[in-house]
């Protein structure tokens, strides 16, 4: 099974500034298939991200994501209040076993 | 619009099963893959396993092919997730979500969620 670890746990900034998200694979991912979600409490998870790098409908160009093999990260630009969330990173490389990572709090601090 | 719209809580005891619904709004599954995911209080997401509307193929997370189905209707426009032989352990919410295939693996649209309790 292909293990997902997120960096940083918990990561504190302002509206405004920069959020930078970690993802690594313990094995390459083939085509990079990466996938980023948002989760806010009591709602579903979000799409915003897949194929590493592809933004998904409706999602603004503040969200980008960047990686390649086992390393991958997601940059939001200009926080909003409305990005506070967790985030969440998942891999589909191997489509008989789909894995997520542990999050990434984004907090406002 | 596609949604996805799941059936409402369950409170079950321990050893027994539940049964959840997730029908399909404004599309067909039929081309699509339909996934389960839970979430357990405060923890991170877990794939149980996807089912072909088309034809009725599933797979199954290797620690959940014991006690899971997963099935669809004849309509192809609902899924259910079965899980029987309930632990405390159990105790999540299930979400079901849905891709274009099992390798385009990545969850859009996702379903409202169905608030498992399990208990003695």
């Known amino acids: 099974e292909i293990v997902l670890t997120q960096s940083p746990g918990t990561l504190s900034l302002s509206p405004g500034e920069r959020a930078t998200l970690s993802c690594r694979a313990s094995?390459?991912?083939?085509?990079?298939?990466l996938a980023w979600y948002q989760q806010k409490p009591g709602q579903a998870p979000r799409l915003l991200i897949y194929?590493?790098?592809t933004r998904a409908t409706g999602i603004p160009d503040r969200f980008s994501g960047i990686g390649s093999g086992t390393d991958f990260t997601l940059t939001i630009t200009r926080l909003e209040p409305d990005d506070f969330a967790v985030y969440y990173c998942?891999?589909?490389?191997?489509?008989?076993?789909?894995?997520f990572g542990q999050g990434t709090n984004l907090e406002i601090k | 619009q596609m949604q996805l719209v799941q059936s409402g809580a369950e409170v079950k005891k321990t050893g027994s099963s539940v049964k959840i619904s997730c029908k399909a709004s404004?599309?067909?599954?039929?081309?699509?893959?339909l996934h389960w995911v839970r979430q357990a209080p405060g923890q991170t997401l877990e794939w149980m396993g996807w089912?072909?509307?088309?034809?009725?193929?599933?797979y199954y997370a290797q620690k959940l092919q014991d006690r899971l189905t997963i099935t669809r209707d004849r309509s192809m426009r609902a899924a259910y997730m079965e899980l029987s032989s309930l632990r405390s352990e159990d105790t999540a919410i299930y979400y079901c979500?849905?891709?274009?295939?099992?390798?385009?693996?990545?969850?859009?649209?996702w379903g409202q969620g169905t608030l498992v309790t399990v208990s003695s």
């Open positions: 979500a849905s891709s274009y295939s099992s390798s385009s693996g990545w969850f859009d649209p």
């Open positions: 404004g599309y067909s599954l039929t081309y699509r893959y």
């Open positions: 089912i072909t509307p088309f034809n009725g193929n599933t």
């Open positions: 094995q390459s991912l083939s085509s990079n298939y």
């Open positions: 194929d590493a790098s």
């Open positions: 998942q891999q589909y490389g191997n489509s008989l076993s789909y894995t």
